[in-house]
């Protein structure tokens, strides 16, 4: 029996090509050094897809995982991990979706799904509880994703079924392409959809009816309410709830940190037409939420009249808005809702679509663009015909849409003429809305992420979101002056670092960190720590999980390193170390960069030279194989 609580203690094993479905046990070590999702999935990506494995080969792993506490009683426990490696940066990649898929798996009775193999025709895995197989999808494949889960719901006549689905981005091998998760979340980042469609699955349908067991049920239970009631005590609680992330468009506009035109200017002439108020006003049909979250930052979305009248959807994210909105200077909120909801049914990420064709707007801008290369698409700035037009070629790899697929930076490469000062992205991964001009621990995250570019896995919060008295609570009072001030950067190194060792773990137990910025302000390393002794029965100070973190961490980034990856890769496009930003409050301002990073790799104990993890720091870890490995 496995001997922690939390955990259903089994995974199952795919292999597509030979059709056959193995259940394997948990390894209890696993447990104890990594947690589950995140770190679950980053030791089997480095025990068995090396830089010889391409990306879309057979060979290559697609994981899906959870945590001790996804599917429980904490608040936000509903999120899963997809881990592989990305065939858009051809390094460690992941992504994370909310909803009600996680729970659902671990309800059924699994704490992972390890996919390898390519299947000779199509098929999706059918999960109802210790029930698994593999169906025919030959029917399914060309269906968007809400078409291939409602006819798995009709061929189970279950409307509970939760689903993880591609579409045609996936199925035509688009770098970017996502995964849809019940209901219309997205495991949208590093081209996962695109891995599941290199093996030939369309989905993955799941049916659970078991129950999650935790060690110490009055102590978990009293620690999940108090964690709810703080949760909606936080002042932040009532404008998070009411608008979800797009709350934070009209904050971020005034500061510079909202990217206009490919980041050209941080601020948006007519942000008021795409901010929350007027989403909701426009388009708001309930409130929804995702499992065990008392926010309820996902909505239900419809538009009454116009030229996309009847489009239905959930969860409008900031990063929608912005990336078919003000990245591509259009202020129609109806074609941005339209353009939402295409990428969902297409299986495509709105942050690396988005920012494709503002990039190639920009070029087309710059005359680096012509019309025989664009097969006759004039790539004018606001045009949402162009805009909804290149989404569908995208995910068709028709004509135009067909370079744009293989993401910005490919893209760049084969254009030339320049084309790459205009590419945003970091080791080629798109950079999401977020200019780190106007936050400089978020420049850094950007430049330090393991997956490229992101936003999410340091996802400094104190400066972004102002909060003096958690600043003071976590960090001491002599950090506070410069801590909250995103324009400085001193302690931004620090920052960065603890927040991506926390992510790790958050990303590793299966509980949400973006269903409102204020949740990581609110919720930190003793509250985690708490929940996870609680349900699992380990023991586990805070100086233990940090350890944790940080072992996740640096093995990420020793995978990235055994693929080439050197401190020469964590740079940011030239935009943002030499072009001070236009806009807002950070007018005037660039990234500091190369100082930032210095104080980074020093507290992180890597090579100031390499940038990759010392011998002794991986000693420390418990990461022998990796010093043997990189030959330290």
């Known amino acids: 029996m496995f001997p922690y609580r939390g955990y259903a203690g089994k995974w199952l094993y795919v292999d597509l090509t030979a059709g056959k479905v193995e259940v394997r046990e948990y390894d209890p070590e696993l447990a104890q050094g990594y947690l589950g999702g995140n770190g679950f999935g980053t030791r089997l990506l480095w025990e068995h897809v090396g830089p010889e494995v391409d990306a879309l080969a057979p060979e290559s792993l697609l994981i899906f995982a959870t945590g001790p506490l996804c599917g429980t009683l904490v608040p936000n426990a509903g999120r899963v991990e997809v881990i592989a490696k990305s065939p858009l940066t051809g390094i460690y990649g992941d992504a994370n979706a909310g909803g009600f898929f996680g729970p659902e798996l671990k309800f059924a009775g699994w704490d992972a799904i390890v996919v390898r193999g390519r299947s000779p025709s199509p098929v999706y895995?059918?999960?109802?509880?210790?029930?698994v197989e593999l169906?025919?999808?030959?029917?399914?494949?060309?269906?968007?994703?809400?078409?291939?889960?409602?006819?798995?719901?009709?061929?189970?006549?279950?409307?509970?079924?939760?689903?993880?689905?591609?579409?045609?981005?996936?199925?035509?091998?688009?770098?970017?392409?996502?995964?849809?998760?019940t209901p219309q979340r997205s495991a949208g980042r590093c081209g996962m959809g695109t891995v599941m469609g290199s093996k030939g699955l369309k989905a993955v349908a799941v049916r659970g009816r078991g129950p999650i067991y935790v060690a110490d049920l009055a102590r978990f239970h009293e620690l999940a309410v108090e964690l709810h009631l703080r949760l909606r005590a936080n002042p932040v609680f009532p404008a998070v709830s009411a608008y979800g992330t797009p709350g934070i468009v009209s904050l971020m506009d005034p500061l510079g940190r909202f990217p206009t035109k490919n980041f050209q200017m941080g601020s948006f002439p007519e942000v008021d037409k795409i901010n929350a108020e007027a989403l909701q006003n426009r388009a708001l049909v309930r409130h929804l939420s995702c499992f065990g979250c008392p926010i309820g930052c996902d909505k239900l979305y419809s538009l009454p009249d116009g030229p996309y009248a009847g489009t239905?959807?959930?969860?409008?994210?900031?990063?929608?808005?912005?990336?078919?909105?003000?990245?591509?200077?259009?202020?129609?909120l109806d074609a941005i809702l339209a353009a939402n909801r295409l990428c969902d049914d297409m299986g495509l990420d709105t942050i690396s679509a988005g920012r494709a064709i503002g990039f190639a707007m920009e070029l087309w801008e710059k005359e680096i663009l012509n019309l025989d290369e664009t097969g006759g698409l004039a790539l004018r700035w606001g045009d949402v015909d162009v805009l909804l037009r290149l989404l569908g070629m995208i995910a068709r790899r028709e004509g135009f849409g067909n370079l744009l697929a293989e993401g910005m930076r490919q893209a760049a490469q084969v254009i030339g003429r320049g084309a790459e000062q205009y590419a945003m992205h970091v080791k080629g991964m798109e950079i999401a809305a977020q200019d780190g001009r106007a936050q400089k621990s978020m420049?850094?995250?950007?430049?330090?992420?393991?997956?490229?570019?992101?936003?999410?896995?340091?996802?400094?919060?104190?400066?972004?979101?102002?909060?003096?008295?958690?600043?003071?609570?976590?960090?001491?009072?002599?950090?506070?002056?410069e801590m909250a001030q995103p324009l400085a950067i001193k302690h931004k190194p620090f920052l960065v670092k603890d927040g991506e060792d926390f992510g790790a773990v958050v990303d590793s137990v299966g509980v949400c960190k973006s269903g409102g910025t204020f949740v990581l302000a609110e919720i930190y390393w003793?509250?985690?720590?708490?929940?996870?002794?609680a349900a699992t029965g380990m023991d586990m100070p805070v100086k233990r999980l940090k350890r944790i973190g940080e072992r996740i961490y640096n093995l990420q980034r020793c995978y990235n390193a055994v693929h080439g990856i050197t401190r020469?890769?964590?740079?940011?496009?030239?935009?943002?170390?030499?072009?001070?930003?236009?806009?807002?409050?950070?007018?005037?301002?660039?990234?500091?960069?190369?100082?930032?990073?210095?104080?980074y790799y020093q507290l992180r104990e890597w090579d100031p030279e390499t940038g990759w993890p010392?011998?002794?720091?991986?000693?420390?870890l418990g990461l022998e194989d990796a010093i043997e490995r990189l030959d330290l």
Request: glycine share 8%; hydrophobic share 35%.
């Open 135 to 181: 169906r025919d999808a030959g029917v399914l494949w060309g269906h968007t994703t809400s078409e291939t889960e409602a006819a798995i719901r009709r061929a189970w006549d279950d409307p509970q079924v939760k689903t993880a689905t591609i579409g045609p981005a996936g199925e035509n091998g688009v770098r970017f392409a996502s995964i849809q998760m």
């Open 526 to 533: 003793p509250d985690i720590a708490a929940a996870v002794e």
């Open 443 to 481: 420049g850094l995250a950007h430049a330090t992420s393991n997956r490229g570019a992101d936003h999410l896995k340091a996802f400094p919060v104190i400066d972004e979101t102002g909060y003096p008295d958690e600043a003071r609570r976590r960090y001491g009072e002599e950090c506070l002056p």
């Open 568 to 599: 020469a890769d964590d740079r940011l496009p030239r935009r943002f170390t030499e072009e001070p930003s236009p806009s807002g409050n950070a007018a005037g301002q660039i990234v500091e960069l190369e100082p930032m990073l210095e104080e």
């Open 614 to 620: 010392t011998a002794e720091k991986l000693r420390q």
């Open 312 to 332: 239905s959807l959930r969860s409008v994210e900031y990063e929608t808005l912005n990336a078919m909105g003000a990245n591509v200077w259009s202020a129609d």
């Open 125 to 131: 895995l059918a999960v109802q509880d210790d029930r």
